[in-house]
DNA sequence: AAATGTGAAGTTGTTCACAGCT
DNA sequence: AGCTGTGAACAACTTCACATTT
């Protein structure tokens, strides 16, 4: 998305965009291991994640040598090793602030519990905004934000509070221990080094699109 | 976003990077133009946008000159160039196909209209999915896609669909004339050469993070 | 024979440094 | 004097080609 960012790469030397493509070969090899495949060639799986076999295979030598040569890669340990070096392994708590219509779906969104994300608790200005039965998770006042999130030592949060608030926001997620923010918010963050921000903006995300749609 | 891209580009040798950036270069002038300023240099642009200066400058050499030497640039002006060449000067319909729980959010997101991008219809197999009183717009069946979007000649089209049907829904976009979709789903689509799919993956955008932020 | 791992070549994008306007 | 526009240096990433291993 995005590219679009403004992460800062703490763990240095591995291009981001190799980070990025695991994610993608995970979900290709987790495809791969309800078909009950074992084995899969450089070949075969670059083809399903879109792709060339050469830059899969670069983009594993990062992290070691995992193949066997005239056999390819084993399925199971290839996703084993991704998510132990993703760190989603072990369930990660999240905490949301800015239950707008957005941070609502975000709540509710199955995609992130279903690859090892768990929403644990969500903060607004306006507690009252839980009035969503699709919701389950609790939403909290803003004051109890730093104790929260200091408390269960969380370290990832994402932001949907009006751009005005955002920095505001980030401070206090910061003081309080969290060092990757995904923002959804179009505002520029200043965040010390050892933060990591990944900005999402949907909006851009369409106003590119239609760049490349024409006029 | 992340990046996190499969678009192909048909207006040839402008970096997709670049045609990024100048969203957050407008958003910037936009402000700069509320507080009545009326020139910009682009040392001060960028370090709004959180790019280097020279950054900005190649970036917009690319489709012309329009700063002044001595003096800078001239913000309503740039804010023309850059919404006439992303196609932002006026406003594009937009479907949106698939209302689940994010699909619902975009629908009602304001993040959208404000940057000149109007959802028109919603398109699901379920068409009582409308119950929600933030969604202004109408569901339709999907058997009424098609004629939809070629009646309305739309171009650009949101899918948020289970992964196991969008390759389906994106081939009926294509068919009615759609040429830019922004894809939710987890899946890796195959289109046409002139059609440009901007993929937007949430989960593994947090995944991201989540390597970042370490174990 | 098949498929990995990797140095080297190629490509794309970013930064620099400064010439050239206003 | 100030600031743009840009060729040339630089850095990052991708692709290739092939030696190496099973």
Redesign the pocket.
Known sequence: MASKKNTKSQRADI????VYRLSIYTRCLQRLKENGIKTV???ALAGAAG?????L??D??YFG?????????DVEQLIKMISDLLGTSHLQPVVLVGVGNLGRALLSYKGFAKEGFGIVAAFDVVTERQKDKRVTQSVYSMDELKSFVSRNNVRMAILCVPPQEAQEVVNELVEAGVTGVMNFAPTVLQVPDEVTVNNVNLAIELENLSYFVGH
Chains 1, 2 share one sequence.
């Open positions: 291009p981001r965009k190799t060639s450089s070949e792709v060339k076999s050469p830059q295979r670069k594993l030598t040598q995992f193949g066997t040569r005239g056999l390819g890669y």
